[in-house]
């Protein structure tokens, strides 16, 4: 679900409603510290304030590269760095704002179609019959 942001062009100093500001931003650095602070699970909770730690600076490079009008491939690798350091976030996200709206049940079986080829591959290398 997110590789059509990460290939779309999309350029952040252009959309002041983009999907950057309004959902990244918003959601997760306000929604996602709130998580953080109420979870008690002590390694569950380091690993949310590491995610939290990489978005935050990550929307940080993003908002600098737009405040200084930094070259469309500074833009573009900001705009990058910011999809996966939120990709686990957003993929949350998505799943439970867009998630009902689901029809194409394909995707749920290209994964899992993806992992068995890998395996088979896997095996056929190291010689294995079936």
């Not at 699970?41 to 990550?58: F, H, I, N, V, Y």
């Not at 908002?63 to 990058?80: F, I, N, Q, T, Y």
Request: hydrophobic share 35%; charged share 30%; proline share 3%.
């Amino acid at each position: 679900m997110l590789t059509p942001y990460s290939r779309s062009g999309l350029d952040p100093s252009k959309q002041s409603g983009s999907i950057f500001k309004n959902s990244i931003t918003i959601y997760h650095l306000q929604g996602f510290s709130e998580t953080v602070k109420k979870t008690t699970d002590p390694d569950k909770k380091k690993m949310q304030e590491g995610q939290l730690s990489r978005l935050t600076a990550c929307v940080a490079s993003v908002e600098a590269s737009v405040r200084k009008a930094g070259s469309k491939e500074e833009l573009d690798s900001a705009r990058d760095e910011l999809l996966a350091a939120s990709k686990d976030l957003l993929s949350d996200w998505l799943d439970r704002e867009k998630g009902a709206g689901v029809t194409d049940n394909a995707i749920f079986s290209a994964l899992p179609r993806y992992w068995e080829d890998q395996f088979h591959k896997d095996m056929e290398a190291l010689n294995v019959r079936n």
